[in-house]
């Protein structure tokens, strides 16, 4: 078996090699725009991972661990990147080599600067990684929001920050398994994501009425895991591959032919991180094979099926947020604001920079705060400028994050998911008619 | 040298948060976006706010004889800002603030730190633009671009960097604060400072804030593009659009193995089997003489055979600008390394340079897709390399040095909008000869007696 860039950073040197330096992520990368040092960007971490392999610096350097986790793993970079670079493999293989050093706990407290209190710490991850799915047996485990658990953990649990109701039963608790539908387009997988299945059930609620309305069978496996993503990001290669097995083999006793996310982050993990994931092993076909069958909800009903337009009226001024990993990653940005703005009644405005970064990247607005912060804040007054009533995303991780944002900023727009807007209009088809 | 003492007095006057000394900090200011130059790690990165931190700065290195590197996003293609001698890298994107707008001058006063794009989206509101535009203006900073004076893909028409500087604040390298210009168009007082500082690569002065000159917006714009079978064609419409008295904004050239490599790249419909292309945009502000010089360069263009395409709509226009915009990106995938040099020769010497670069890549066999600002004469002869492959590396450097010889025989230059740094210091006596190295020395002593700005670059302290 060849070796990948998770398995031997050695092989990372093809990647590196790549960079001429020009200096192009500089203009697109929100920490850059923020912190202003050339470590914050993709050429200077880069430039660390050539100093890595020529033995300049050691992979366990603790100035350069936090460096290294100091990227949102937005893609912007990649997308200026004239050369082609493929960042992505080389920031997850350079923490992939971190974590196989160190283990997750010393990153995690390397990153949360909580080594004073251990306990607290790891009470608080236990709450975190349950919230997050990093635990592979989440089912049935009673949920409670982290609030209490948190404070202390980030800078980010301040007085302001605010989360969804998290004491909820989760999602596919409560969903049957198959909805099967009459005259039936075609079957599609729901995979639901951490975020839907623990924060925002409301809008597993919506898609699945979305799809009724599009006679799609759906089948939302009850065994399905997290993406892996969390895991991944953090350098846990071996929990993401696990993960990512898991999940196909899922996958594989359905006989659905399509996958449909609400997510960027879950999407662009099935789409494009499994098959580099599961390079040269068994899953690596299955991988790519249903690589190629998943679809963001608003591509899946405008390319996959026979669309039935919502025709009920949404009488709001809306404004839309790009989901990195569901524009970046997943190339998805013209299909959302092409079922937005058909939708009648509504009022579309785009906002300054609507696929700038919201600040989230996972548990980056925790370990980064200041940082983290100064983006989001940025984002919500390219929001409030809209004076939308709602802002669209289709990423749970943005809804929480503009959410929280909106709040520390004064901004008085809602958060919304796409599909929650689609089901909105399509029940108001219904009471239309029965005026 | 760099001692504790010397940190700690930066961190008094730097603050805290804006110095680094972390060595996988340091680490990354250890470059540039120069390819096949030696790396330097500096001993200290400071962050300015403010001119009276960067005097301090000077005292400080003086007395301990520390050599100072200005660097701003770190874009430069000769080396500018590496640290080489260690020291202390000044980074200036903290200090980015755009102090004035003053449309009824056409001036903006800005710090050195603020993004060229950054700039122009800021005087956009008044219908004004900043015309210097260098490939990395969406990240290079004006300090920067200043200090290079920084060329870009205007300059036919609008000129370069030194042509929009009309003061600036420097603080000299033994320590004085020093303003000169203004916002006056004329202004003969003293020596043409701004001249001598534009340009400097950092090694006279540490330029704190810069006037900049504005110009309106034109509002009319026609962009058209030729292929031609034979390069001497394109050559040829080169000469006789200025020949017609036509300027365009735009004038650049691609050649063969650029067109070919940007086709299987990009898949945009060009035409492979051709010699070159020529990408032309002129503009104005009235509508009648732009549609007479897009008339005027179609004209030339069929009298040179070659096979024209003019834009009707702002789709076209951007279409036809992709080709261009993809040269560089497409070019940097084909293999690990890119090398891009910018010999420029008088305008008329264009297709003997063509030509001339083309054997070479022949005689050393190597890839070389040329294009560039034809209208000036500026190529950038694009050189793909692997630095693993040394033999490849040796016919690169000789390739190198062929091309500035030719660039000098033909009545050219070693560098049209680069500058010189360390990656052309060797090549700079057979340019500007004995008396020119004499003279370029003993500015930079009367100057910097203590040679301690951006040492090693630009001057040649020894033969």
Known sequence: ?435 | MINQNFISQCKIIFGHENVLTDKAELLTYSYDATAGIPREIPSLVVFPQNTKQIQELIFLARQTKTPIYPRGAGTCLSGGPVPLSKGVVVSFQKMNKIVEIDADNLTATVQPGVIIADLNTAVAKYGLIYPPDPGSMATATIGGSVAENSGGLRGLKYGVTKHYIMGMEVVMPTGEIFRFGGKTVKNVTAYDFTHLFVGSEGTLGIITEIICKLIPSPKYHRVLIAFFDKLENAGKTVTDIIRNHVIPATLEIMDKVTIQTVENYAKIGLPTDVEALLLIEVDGMGKDSVEWEAKTCLKIIQQNNGKPKIAETDAEKDSLWTARRAALPALAQVKPATILEDATVPRTFLVDMLIAIQNIAKKYNLMIGTFGHAGDGNLHPTILVDPTDKDEMDRLHKAVDEIFEKALSLGGTLSGEHGIGVAKLKYLRSEIGRSGIDTIRRIKQALDPDNILNPGKLVPMED
């Open chain 1, 1 to 435: 078996m060849t070796k990948t860039v998770f398995d031997d950073i050695e092989t990372l040197k093809k990647e590196l090699i790549r960079c001429m330096k020009c200096g192009n992520c500089m203009a697109v990368c929100p920490v850059y725009n923020v912190e202003k040092k050339e470590s914050s960007v993709a050429r200077g971490k880069i430039a660390l991972g050539e100093a890595v392999l020529s033995n300049a610096i050691n992979i366990d350097d603790e100035t350069l661990i936090k460096l290294i986790f100091n990227c949102l793993l937005c893609k912007s970079c990649m997308m200026a990147c004239p050369s082609g670079v493929r960042f992505d493999r080389i920031i997850l293989g350079l923490r992939a080599a971190i974590f196989k050093k160190k283990g997750l706990p010393f990153i995690k407290k390397a990153l949360f600067g909580l080594l004073k209190n251990p306990e607290m710490f790891d009470k608080g991850m236990k709450a975190f990684a349950a919230l997050q799915g990093l635990f592979l047996k989440s089912e049935g485990e009673k949920k409670r929001t982290p609030k209490g658990f948190l404070k202390g953990i980030s800078q980010r649990f301040d007085a302001q920050f605010i989360l969804p109701e998290l004491s909820r039963e989760s999602f596919r608790d409560r969903i049957s398994e198959i909805i099967q539908v009459e005259k039936s387009q075609t079957i599609a997988i729901f995979f639901t994501g951490c975020s839907v299945n623990y924060l925002y059930p409301e809008v597993g609620d919506d898609l699945i009425y979305v799809l009724k309305k599009n006679n799609v069978t759906v089948i939302t496996p009850k065994n399905q895991n997290c993406c892996g993503m969390p895991v991944l990001v953090h350098g846990d290669i071996e929990t993401a591959r696990e993960l990512a097995r898991k999940n196909i083999d899922a996958f594989e006793n359905t006989k659905a032919q399509q996958i449909v996310t609400v997510c960027g982050s879950c999407g662009s993990a099935l789409k494009n991180e499994y098959p580099i994931l599961l390079e040269r092993t068994f899953y690596e076909e299955k991988a790519k094979k249903w690589a190629n069958r998943v679809y963001d909800i608003s591509t899946f009903l405008l390319k996959a099926i026979q669309l039935k337009p919502p025709k009920g009226r949404v009488e709001l001024k809306i404004t839309y947020h790009d989901s990195c990993h569901l524009r970046k990653s997943m190339k998805v940005f013209n299909e959302p604001r092409q079922l937005l703005k058909s939708l009648p009644g509504i009022t579309f405005v785009e906002m300054k920079k609507p696929d700038a970064c919201c600040g989230s990247g996972g548990s980056y607005h925790l370990t980064n705060v200041d940082t983290s912060l100064k983006i989001a804040k940025t984002k919500t007054e390219d929001i409030k400028t809209t004076e939308a009533d709602v802002v669209c995303t289709g990423c749970p991780a943005c809804m929480m994050e503009i959410f929280e944002s909106l709040h520390r900023f004064k901004g008085i727009s809602n958060v919304i998911h796409t599909v929650s807007l689609l089901a909105q209009s399509y029940k108001s088809e219904k009471d239309e008619k029965k005026n």
